[in-house]
């Protein structure tokens, strides 16, 4: 296993999950005991067959209320946020990226960005940001993404092809610069470009300070993104945890050698 230079000197935990169990309303049980670490400065693959509860996992971390955590605990930076609204989850800066994004007509990709970041900062009691400074951030992330000026006056997702559905979803998480990202990438709709606009946003984000989750079924997207550890979740635990050589193996051999 690899370890990166963050890893030698213990950077600090981020995300603790012990023993997680969730559940949907009828009380079927869709988590079944899930146990993950994150540091700062990793980079997290969940991995596992259609149906295996990667998206739960996903929304019982942001917060989402369809599911009810039945036992165990998510800590977030120390403390537990079991209990957590959503957005006081976003607020102590957990992102989660929208399968299915909304669209707001008349609302345009910086006037919903901008407000994202003040609501964000009110939260934590601190002041607007300034104009100025507001319009260098966008200069500077729809430089990095490759976002043309046309693009960010455009009504939110309002006919956005996968792609720019894709690109928006990254500048997003660029200028939100959250602690820790989550991905759900589902197999449908990503198309090569949308990966790397996806692999490329996500190369430029992930530094020493903050960590990504990165759930895919498909291996291809770690071609392009290198995970410091994969794990396999099936049937709502993780029955395998390794490096990138875990998801090559996966895609060579199929879900069903786990
Ligand atoms: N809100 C929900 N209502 C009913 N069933 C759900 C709900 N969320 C997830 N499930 C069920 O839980 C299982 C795991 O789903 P999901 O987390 O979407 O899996 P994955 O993302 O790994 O494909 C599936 O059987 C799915 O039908
Ligand atoms: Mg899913």
């Known amino acids: 296993m690899s370890f990166k230079k963050s890893q030698t000197f213990k950077s600090k935990k981020m995300l603790k999950i012990k023993n997680l169990h969730a559940a949907i309303e009828d009380g079927t049980e869709i988590l079944k005991g899930i146990n993950l670490e994150i540091r700062a400065g990793e980079v997290h693959a969940i991995m596992g ?8 996992l996903s929304s019982v971390i942001a917060g989402k209320e369809d599911y009810e955590i039945t036992k165990g605990d998510i800590i977030f930076e120390g403390k537990n946020i079991n209990e957590d609204a959503p957005e006081e989850r976003a607020h102590k800066g957990i992102f989660l990226s ?9 609302v345009s990709v910086t006037n919903f960005i901008r407000a994202a970041i003040n609501e964000n900062r009110k939260a934590n009691r601190l002041e607007e940001m300034p104009a100025k400074e507001m319009l260098a951030l966008i200069r500077e992330n ?3 993404l490759n976002i043309k000026k046309d693009f960010l006056s455009r009504s939110l997702n309002e006919g956005f092809s996968g792609g720019e559905k894709k ?3 990254i500048f997003q998480m660029m200028m939100l610069n959250p602690k820790l990202a989550i991905l759900d990438e589902t197999d449908s709709g990503l198309d090569i470009d949308a990966l790397k606009i996806v692999a490329d946003g996500v190369n430029q984000f992930k530094n020493s300070e903050n960590a990504v989750l990165l759930i895919t ?3 291809r997207l770690l071609n392009y993104i290198e995970p410091d550890f994969v794990h396999v979740l099936a049937d709502g635990k993780i029955v395998k945890t390794g490096d990138k050589n875990l998801a090559l193996e996966l895609e060579e051999k199929g879900y069903e050698w786990i």
């Not at 149906?51 to 739960?56: D, E, I, L, M």
Request: hydrophobic fraction near 15%; aromatic fraction near 12%; charged fraction near 25%.
């Open 49 to 56: 067959p259609n149906g295996a509860g990667k998206s739960t």
């Open 98 to 106: 929208f399968q299915y994004p909304v669209e707001i007509p008349g």
């Open 142 to 144: 729809s430089e990095k």
């Open 167 to 169: 690109r928006n979803e």
């Open 217 to 219: 079924h498909y291996q």
